[in-house]
């Protein structure tokens, strides 16, 4: 049988010598290719649908099943089935952008943390090479090495050590960030209560301005008072009739406020049941337990938790930029076909020799790194006692003018009963009477706003301190209660 050769102006190529080497070089690359699709995985789109957003969060509403079944796993107590702050708490859990960014950002940690600890692949390098002016030996030449890269020093360890240590203050974050949805929704939720309540008082004292304005309207018709008296209780009208308008203004405002703090539209609030019973009393603000407190807070907060986090994540980078100092090498086996013969060589490898740097610069960064986590976590800690102290202060100062309103308000129900006495006895009149009920009223409405002022204080003070006064909340709230996303 007759070996064809390819004529070229050149050289002559034996077919027989040639297709053994096509199959050699072509199999080590369908073996890559398959090994490579094997293990690797496939691009998924998802785009981002505008419209379709905007429907599902105008579908979010309170009876949610998932929902519902989200808030029965957080066991809170049997006379809970109304919408109060806790419940309502665990609904902005669920709903709110802010508590699921910081999931999404927890996720980005947990998947560095792989990356973190990846070991770096060997690769592997052919080189067929043809020569020319070989008569009695096959005129090809075959190079294969492997590189098998070996790092040194623990340098893994730490980059894991970094990576763990940053996914820890990731999640605390989360924790983090439901105390701020927490204090916000708080304010929301009293800024209903007190809009609420203030459009209730207003409309009483509407009333009685237009009863004491037709009081003395009959009175000054028949000559017994001045027109200025009658112009007096006219103003009166207008100013409560005017206070009442924007009151009812306010109370929409505050229902969008509060919608917002949920993470709902202000739809599903319509129908909605909420409970104010933790708003209607004076908090109790201890101030040997708010020290406990505060003491705990400098250690256990969560953002606290999270800055000792980052500061070891920036001990493990120096640690790792110090043990770059130390090079890695390469193993580099190879085989070679050389004219007929097989040869093998046991490559020691290369290693990079640190001549002109010894990764000065990369150490003194981290080192300066490090030395900013700890001053980020000392200003984090004096801005917490600040925090604290602020709140306690005006906690003890509200107190005092709890106490004064109090006073006011017990003095105007002392004078209402009096005054109606006195018109069952036939000595006053009921104009008086109406009188006396509207200063009562504006006591209400004194009391009603020193009563507020203190839910904002214990707001404040709540949010310094990321304790909650409901043991129920203070489990919810934990960083690894809230790690898992309820969907």
Same mark, same amino acid.
Request: net charge neutral; hydrophobic share 50%.
């Given at each position: ?93 669920? *709903? ?214 980052? *500061? ?22 190879? *085989? ?152």
């Amino acid at each position: 049988m007759k070996v064809k050769r390819l004529q070229f102006p050149f050289y002559q190529v034996s077919m027989s010598a040639l297709i053994p080497l096509i199959g050699m070089v072509m199999l080590v690359p369908l073996i890559g290719m398959v090994m490579l699709v094997a293990g690797c995985s496939t691009y998924q789109s998802h785009p981002l649908d505008p419209l379709a957003s905007s429907v599902q969060l105008e579908a979010r509403r309170l009876d949610n099943s998932l929902l519902q079944a989200f808030i029965n796993n957080a066991n809170l107590p049997a006379n809970a089935a109304s919408w109060n702050l806790d419940k309502l708490t665990l609904v902005a859990l669920y *709903y709110h952008p802010d508590i699921s960014l910081a999931r999404a950002q927890a996720e980005a940690a947990d998947a560095a943390a792989v990356t973190a600890g990846q070991r770096p692949n060997p690769s592997l390098s052919v080189t067929p090479t043809w020569v020319s002016n070989l008569a009695s030996a096959p005129p090809w030449l075959f190079a294969s090495i492997l590189s098998i890269p070996i790092e040194t020093a623990g340098k893994r360890g730490y980059r894991i050590d970094r990576s763990r240590h940053l996914t820890d203050a990731a999640s605390l974050r989360i924790a983090d960030a439901a105390w701020l949805v927490r204090g916000r929704l708080r304010l929301a939720l009293l800024d209903v209560y007190a809009v609420r309540e203030a459009v209730r008082l207003l409309q009483k004292q509407l009333w009685l301005e237009q009863a004491i304005y037709l009081q003395l309207q009959q009175q000054q018709s028949v000559g017994e008072i001045a027109g200025t008296d009658l112009l007096v209780a006219q103003l009166g009208q207008q100013q409560a009739r005017l206070a009442l308008t924007a009151a009812q203004k306010k109370q929409a405002d505050s229902e969008v406020l509060l919608a917002a703090a949920l993470g709902v539209p202000v739809a599903a609030l319509v129908d909605i049941s909420l409970d104010f019973s933790e708003f209607t009393q004076l908090p109790d603000l201890n101030a040997s337990a708010t020290g406990l407190l505060q003491a705990l807070a400098l250690r256990q907060r969560p953002d606290v938790l999270a800055s000792l986090a980052d *500061y070891a994540a920036a001990q493990s980078a120096l640690q790792l930029e110090i043990a770059n100092q130390y090079p890695n090498f390469q193993l580099n086996p190879g *085989y070679t076909f050389n004219t007929g013969e097989h040869r093998w060589s046991l490559g020691a490898g290369s290693i990079p020799l640190p001549v002109f740097n010894q990764n000065q610069g990369p150490i003194a960064e981290m080192t300066a790194k490090r030395q900013e986590a700890a001053q980020r976590f000392v200003a984090l800690q004096l801005r917490i006692m600040g925090e604290i102290e602020r709140a306690h202060a005006n906690a003890l100062a509200m107190h005092t003018r709890w106490q004064a309103a109090m006073q006011v308000l017990q003095n105007r129900a002392v004078n209402l009963k009096l005054a109606q006495a006195l018109l069952q006895a036939g000595e006053l009149d009921s104009h008086a009477v109406h009188v006396a009920e509207l200063e009562l009223l504006l006591a209400e409405r004194g009391r009603l706003d020193v009563l507020v002022e203190c839910q904002q204080t214990l707001a404040s003070l709540e949010a310094a301190l990321r304790q909650p006064l409901s043991p129920v909340m203070a489990t919810v709230l934990s960083a690894p209660a809230l790690r898992k996303s309820p969907e």
